[in-house]
């Protein structure tokens, strides 16, 4: 651990502020690298289920694998790379390693990744906030702009109304004050922030890059990391 | 409650049976949409091809259980719409055929164009296009800034289009343009893509990778006389209003993909997840009925249109803004079934969460179907009971 060995609420508002800043305003690959870095010690950050999402650097870089708060060594022929992603700034690579045992969700430096995580996805949200509201003012109908149209002004204000729930929720929060169950409502909340915004955007937010990427690739960072609850709750 | 008759039950099936032969392939479709090359003989794709061709000009309908099927029925096609997309989505818009074109030339088409047009369709498997959405504006028609001008004895196109499924693969199709300033002055025209100055650029998408949607740019591409359609109409026929009266035809279509999507996914949960607790069953059945509900919201809204009930266009609305809502709920739902890291141990439920957001945007958003349904509402349109 790093900067959040012994956490105290100043060092650890300001790391999730600057993922979060990172998240919005360069992408996905700085903000999961300045996580990791803040968080997992010299390993790949793995999930529940033995899964990453990372940064191909990273994925590349370690030789221990770290998913519950302890490294174990990886093994080429117990991993399984599933797919790459080219994103802005870089490729992401998903890869699953076999035989984990279950990670304890309820431990602590699980919970600061988690938590970490939902700060970079609400960074991400943002970011495809920003996107939207430039896209939707350039975008004419009749004799206005869209994002001048009731409807529109009425969903992005339900998205910020999210954010700053969201925001709230996790501020000053270190890891392990936020149970698991919480953690996983806020990751869900973000994804339906997420979709909202997609549904402003039309066809442009389901082309391959631009935000509609970076709203699959969250869901996708929430599915590796957070999961939804298995079997009726979280794990 | 809707029942189904005899004839719609006979479709509904013999695509279910077609279906299962898709959903092998809806990966394999997904990681290259030119492997629908490859599966032009696939039971399913094969009809497609040739639906909707009005009677008239179809001498070899489809047959079955005796029930002669042409494709032209709306209810008969979103029964049939949902059945495929349980087995994929994909392959139903990656399939050649006439699909939202024949719409629009069986409303807009004199005898000699429909001629034309449903020869070519039958000849062999052929891809059509549809092309109304603008890059600033979008399907706001009254902005429509692509141009149809005359140019010795007929005209010439000019002008972008963006976000056209097919595009790419297609030989022909419709193209709206504007011929002069308001609302009357847009006019539907058929277009051949192996015209000079008629290109079409694939855009990656994140989900429904089938459909192979495209940036269409014109440049003076040269339009006969002959191929302007809806010239026998009157002017208030043509254009826009023969546009939305196709997409009132086409959206319970639309909202059936969104219903079997959602449907692919529920039963991709119930195959996969046997013995799943009380509380989880429930919920499952809880999306079983939102499912049920929905489907019977799509049939209304299909037999409205085959009524031609002036209602028809609000119905539809509201079936496909409900639908579309569902399948994005349903896929997501259904991930949640299956822990952390479902999405990369389970691609198809992935794949069924990403094509889920495209029912969102096509043929009108969500926020444009409530305006319309809200239209409907406000000028007692909306036939309720």
């Known amino acids: 651990m790093t900067s959040l060995e012994t956490p105290d609420t100043e060092t650890v508002t300001g790391t999730w502020r600057r993922l979060r800043g990172l998240a919005r305003g360069a992408g996905v690959v700085p903000a999961l690298t300045a996580l990791r870095t803040a968080v997992c010690p010299e390993a790949l950050p793995c999930g529940p289920a033995g899964h990453a999402l990372v940064p191909e650097d990273i994925a590349e870089t370690f030789d221990h694998g770290w998913a519950d708060g302890s490294g174990a060594p990886r093994a080429a022929d117990r991993e399984d790379r599933l797919t790459e992603i080219a994103v802005s700034g870089g490729v992401l690579v998903a890869l699953r390693r076999r035989d984990e045992a279950p990670v304890d969700v309820h431990r602590a430096p699980v919970r600061a990744w988690t938590l970490g995580l939902a700060w970079v996805r609400l960074g991400l949200s943002e970011q495809m906030l920003d996107t939207c509201m430039t896209y939707l003012r350039g975008r004419v109908t009749g004799a206005g702009t869209l994002l001048n149209q009731q409807m529109v002004k009425g969903s992005l204000a339900e998205v910020a109304i999210e954010h700053l729930e969201i925001e709230t929720m996790m501020d000053g929060a270190l890891p392990g004050d936020l149970d698991i169950a919480a953690t996983v409502h806020l990751h869900a909340q973000i994804t339906r922030a997420d979709r909202m915004l997609l549904r402003l955007l039309g066809a442009y937010g389901f082309l391959a890059d631009g935000p509609g990427q970076v709203a699959w690739v969250s869901e996708l960072l929430a599915d590796v990391y957070v999961g939804p609850p298995a079997e009726g709750g979280p794990r | ?385």
């Open chain 2, 1 to 385: 409650m809707i029942e189904l008759d005899d004839r719609t039950r006979a479709i509904q099936r013999r695509a279910r049976e077609w279906a299962r032969e898709l959903k092998p392939l809806a990966l394999e479709l997904d990681g290259d949409p030119d492997a629908i090359y490859r599966h032009l003989d696939v039971a399913i794709v094969s009809y497609l091809t040739r639906m909707p061709v009005p009677p008239r000009h179809n001498p070899d309908p489809v047959v079955i259980d005796g029930h002669r099927f042409y494709g032209t029925g709306t209810l008969e096609r979103v029964v049939f719409a949902e059945e495929v997309a349980v087995g994929d989505a994909g392959m139903l818009l990656a399939a050649p055929g006439p699909v939202m074109s024949g719409v629009l030339v069986d409303s807009l088409g004199d005898e000699r164009q429909k001629e034309w047009f449903y020869s070519r369709i039958l000849q062999r498997p052929t891809w059509t296009f549809f092309a109304l959405t603008e890059p600033a504006r979008g399907s706001d028609a009254g902005a429509m800034e692509t141009t149809l001008a005359p140019d010795g004895d007929g005209y010439v196109l000019n002008g972008r289009k963006r976000y056209i499924g097919n595009a790419a693969r297609a030989d022909i199709g419709v193209v709206f343009a504007r011929t002069r300033p308001g609302p009357l002055g847009v006019t539907a025209v058929l277009a051949e893509t192996s015209d000079p100055g008629f290109t079409a650029e694939p855009l990656e998408t994140i989900g429904l990778r089938g459909l192979r949607i495209t940036n269409v740019t014109l440049d003076r591409v040269r339009i006969s006389a002959g191929n302007v359609l809806g010239q026998h109409l009157r002017p208030t026929q043509r254009g826009m209003w023969s546009a939305v009266q196709g997409l009132n035809r086409l959206r319970p279509g639309v909202a059936a993909f969104g219903l079997g999507i959602a449907r692919s996914a529920y039963e991709y949960v119930r195959e996969n997840r046997p013995g799943l607790p009380l509380r989880d069953r429930e919920r499952l059945d809880d999306l079983g009925r939102r499912i049920t509900g929905v489907r019977q919201l799509i049939w209304r809204a299909a037999l409205a249109v085959d009524a031609a009930r002036p209602s028809a266009g609000y119905e539809a609305s509201a079936a496909k803004a409900k639908a579309s809502r569902l399948a994005e709920d349903a896929t997501m739902e259904a991930l949640g079934f299956f822990g952390a890291g479902a999405r990369l141990e389970h691609p198809l439920l992935d794949k069924l969460a990403r094509d889920a957001r495209a029912v969102e945007f096509m043929e009108g958003t969500g926020n444009i179907q409530k305006l319309n349904l809200f239209t409907g509402l406000l000028q007692g349109r909306l036939h309720r009971g």
